[in-house]
């Protein structure tokens, strides 16, 4: 999933830490590594994140589209760069932080374990061969 693109869909979380946030991603799909000159596509689809020890830092209005200028998945101290590499089933200190337009507010999910699954049809939009350009490069 390209957070850039993105769109935040709906989120809730109880009392207890169980939570989701439901999105309209950016998906890219690859026979390789992403984002080199192999086959690969990118389309939409929407991805739901289930979270435990979930928390939220800010607060939206989700009444119109939220839409994602940037954001960024750490693990622990690794940082993933405006990418949530798929499948992701990940345990220990997450923090997934968004950057919400027209406002460039800062959102920010902290939890202990995440989960995604993909909802629905992948809505295919762009694709690229080993002997064409990547997007980006």
């Not at 968004?98 to 460039?104: D, K, Q, R, V």
Request: net charge negative; aromatic share 12%; glycine share 10%.
């Amino acid at each position: 999933m390209e957070m850039h693109d993105s769109y935040l869909k709906d989120w809730a979380c109880d009392e207890y830490g169980h939570g989701f946030a439901l999105f309209r991603a950016c998906i890219y799909r690859s026979e390789g590594q992403l984002f080199t000159r192999v086959r690969s596509e990118n389309g939409w689809q929407d991805l739901r994140f289930e979270f435990d020890g979930m928390r939220i830092e800010g607060s939206l209005d989700l009444s119109g589209n939220i839409y994602l200028s940037d954001g960024d998945l750490y693990v622990g101290e690794r940082r993933e760069r405006g990418i949530v590499y798929l499948p992701a089933n990940l345990v220990g200190v997450l923090r997934m932080e968004m950057c919400i337009t027209p406002s460039f507010e800062t959102v920010i999910i902290h939890a202990t374990a995440m989960k995604a699954e993909l909802v629905g049809e992948f809505e295919h939009e762009c694709f690229w061969d080993e002997n064409e350009p990547v997007a980006g490069s």
